[in-house]
């Protein structure tokens, strides 16, 4: 079994920022990929950042800049940190992680941060 245990939401003003976490526990290998998800009240979930457990990123063009996301690998944990932030940042955050298998991917989500930016 896996979990995701995330931390870190909150409500904040517009222009400042919060940091997230994500812990991953139990059967994990090496090759994987963690990133943070987020989802607005009548919008479909969208990615905003993903790390591999190379140190590859990717992130959503709405946040380049502005988010930062890190892992630390031997925690099996994920980070994003969320600098300048605006309204539309506000959603709830979900923790991702895929477990990489020759013969496909296993996702496992946490239950969700909720992030509020009041401007």
């Known amino acids: 079994q896996v979990q995701l245990v995330e931390s870190g939401g909150g409500l904040v003003q517009a222009g400042g920022s919060l940091r997230l976490s994500c812990a991953a526990s139990g059967s994990i290998h090496s090759d994987t990929v963690m990133g943070w998800y987020r989802q607005a009240p009548g919008k479909q979930r969208e990615l905003v950042a993903s790390?591999?457990?190379?140190?590859?990123?990717k992130y959503a063009d709405s946040v380049k800049g502005r988010f930062t996301i890190s892992r630390d690998n031997a925690k099996n944990t994920v980070y994003l940190q969320m600098n300048s932030l605006k309204p539309e940042d506000t959603g709830g955050y979900y923790c991702?992680?895929?477990?990489?298998?020759?013969?496909?991917?296993?996702?496992?989500w946490g239950q969700g941060t909720q992030v509020t930016v009041s401007s």
């Open positions: 991702n992680l895929v477990l990489r298998y020759i013969l496909g991917d296993r996702h496992y």
């Open positions: 790390i591999t457990n190379g140190g590859s990123t």
